[in-house]
């Protein structure tokens, strides 16, 4: 069955969001600096490599934590795993524009598109949003907005998880984080900067996963996204 990456390559300085520090990768031994080690034996050393990584837990492709705007909220590793994966669909909203809003009435027209009936499921929305503007900073500054009606619109169905593109689901232009808020009086959560969405439209129901680390007390993770098409 075809699976579709779905993941943002996680890089040295690369965009995040506003409140949020770049990550740092860099590499920590080489295999020509790991020969020093003396491993291995008599014309076959052992040599390796190994980076360092610093970045925030909400950073590149990841999911958030209850933990993140609840503060009894359950952190990454208190959440329940079958939350990470199970049946998808995947919305075209490709005619919100960048800083657009996504209203209750665009999630009634993309379902109907879709063909699928949404219970339960967790549902990605594409807006072409990373396509248009990554790696550029306007991917940083010009996310659209899930409203609180269309945030709503998916947890009375059922949809306990859902995914967007970009570095929030709220916009980056104001600071009243209405649909964080939403989320975490509903008790429902979501994936941020998803990419490559468009292979999703017009597949149907698939099976979506995005699987945190397991971080003791995280508020949050970065994820290896991925879908799996076809019967």
């Known amino acids: 069955m075809p699976v579709i990456d779905l993941s943002l390559t996680v890089e040295d300085n690369m965009p995040a969001h506003k409140l949020f ?3 740092v990768l860099a590499t920590h031994l080489t295999h020509e600096s790991s020969k020093a080690l003396g491993l291995g034996v008599p014309g076959d050393a052992m040599t390796f490599q190994t980076n360092f990584i610093a970045m925030l837990d909400h950073v590149g492709t990841h999911v958030d934590a209850f933990r993140h705007v609840g ?3 359950a952190s990454i590793d208190e959440m329940p795993l079958d939350l990470f ?4 669909v995947c919305f075209d909203l490709r005619h919100i524009p960048d800083l657009g809003d996504i209203q209750a009435a665009d999630m009634d027209a993309a379902e109907a598109k879709a063909g699928i009936k949404v219970d339960g499921h967790i549902v990605l929305l594409c807006t ?3 396509a248009r503007n990554y790696p550029s900073l306007d991917s940083v500054w010009k996310n659209p907005l899930l409203t609180v009606e269309a945030t709503q ?3 009375d169905r059922g949809s306990k998880m859902h995914g967007v593109e970009g570095p929030s689901t709220d916009k980056p232009t104001d600071n009243i984080f209405a649909q964080h808020r939403l989320c975490r009086d509903l008790g429902i959560s979501h994936w941020e900067w998803l990419v490559n969405l468009e292979a999703l439209l017009g597949q149907g129901e698939f099976q979506f996963f995005g699987v945190p680390i ?3 007390g995280g508020s949050g993770s970065p994820v290896r996204a991925f879908a799996i098409v076809g019967e």
């Open 21 to 23: 520090q770049r990550p």
């Open 214 to 216: 397991k971080f003791k």
């Open 71 to 73: 503060p009894q909220g």
């Open 153 to 155: 619109w998916l947890f």
């Open 85 to 88: 994966f199970g049946k998808a």
């Open 128 to 130: 072409g949003f990373h």
